[in-house]
């Protein structure tokens, strides 16, 4: 008998990640369009958010030792509550002349707020969901991540068009303390941490750091290795997807800003199509099969860059990249649900937490990565667009062959076990 997907528990916990993440997303927005009105410089604003990054990837292991330590709901509840009242704090205090350096210091305490928080919110799910709807789960966060991503810059944008920025820093005030509500009433499974002998908390952290690395690199060298995959293909996706297609559409074929909102829109529809598609799918796709995911993303590259040596129309161009695009992200999102899984999977409960940390801080590690890669090669090959979406293709294909073995041998002794 198939077990319920959306109990209490989890059904408390979407609802809370949707209440926050889309406080965060119009506040982003908002903030964003503020900062670039006060100073004229999109560079000051990609300043703030290069260092908002840094707390996050320097915390995130501490913030996973908290997770596997504390108590999950107690966790996400008391950061959530933090959040909205930093956020209320800046919205009484701020003034004309320290608004700027306000901002700077919300995105700051937001991103250490969320170091702490998504290792907690992460190792909640394996612990409410087993088997296939661990994979379904997966792409309901998807999803919610990509409706959130999706209206958030509407919402915000209506809001702070209309009332400016004040107004939607209380909207977000109401979305965190909406969130924080939610959590207090979820109950979370599983096994408390057994090692209680040392009240230190240095000693503490050292222990928890060390087993953690033992675990992913001696225990269960799958976990490293998946992880190393996952950065591979993130570091090769975010540069194509986030610095190349835009550099085509307005650099390359230059059409307008509409064509580029048009694709992107086109995008967000298909991550929300994407985790959509993996649940139903659920049943389908195993760990040993990953690999033909990552396959397929390369496939999806190939096309537009093999019409880019054809074809001298911009419209047919656009429009084949933009149909690729789609198809790319649908496979993304494929590939993010079921590579997640497979980690929590194979992660001791105790471990769920610090694991998650890692995830997150592989991927925001290798992401700028990717983008300053590929910043420099449409730079530098400006005329050669075609060939650089082939060989990303090409290398994403053969990466997939290479992997092949090592998904099918970790389904197999996972399966045995």
Known sequence: ?????????????????????LGNGILDFAMSMYVLEKTGSAAVYAGFLTASMIPSILFSPLGGILADRGNKRNIMAGLDFLAGLGVLLVAVFMR??????????????????????????????????????????NAVVIQINALS???????????????????VLYAGVVCFFFTACFECFIEIPGPKYEKQGRENPLLLVKED??????????????????????????????????VGFPYIIRNVLGLSSIYY???ESAVGLAAIAGGILAGLAASKIHGKNIYLIIGALGFFLIPPGILFLLSGNPYIRYGTLVLFSVLLQLAACGFSIFATSLIQRLTPG????????YTSAFTQCIQPLGQILYGFLFDSFSGGVAWILILTGTILGGFALAVKGFFRKTEREFTEN
């Open 350 to 357: 105790n471990m769920m937490g610090k694991v998650s940390a």
């Open 261 to 263: 909102g048009f694709s």
């Open 209 to 242: 750091f060390l087993d953690s690395l033992r675990l992913i690199t001696r225990e269960r060298p799958a976990i490293l290795k998946m992880l190393l995959v996952i950065s591979v293909v993130t570091c090769l996706l975010q540069g194509v997807s986030a």
């Open 96 to 137: 004309e002349e320290n608004s700027l350096a306000m901002i700077c210091g919300l995105l700051l305490f937001e991103s250490v707020l969320g170091a702490f928080e998504n290792p907690a919110v992460q190792s909640c799910i394996p612990f409410m969901q087993k088997g296939e709807n661990l994979i379904r789960a």
């Open 149 to 167: 991503a999706f209206f958030s810059p509407i919402l915000g944008s209506l809001v702070y068009t209309a009332f400016g920025l004040k107004p």
């Open 1 to 21: 008998m198939k077990s319920k997907l959306f109990h209490r528990n989890f059904s408390l916990l979407i609802a809370g990640q949707a209440s926050s993440l």
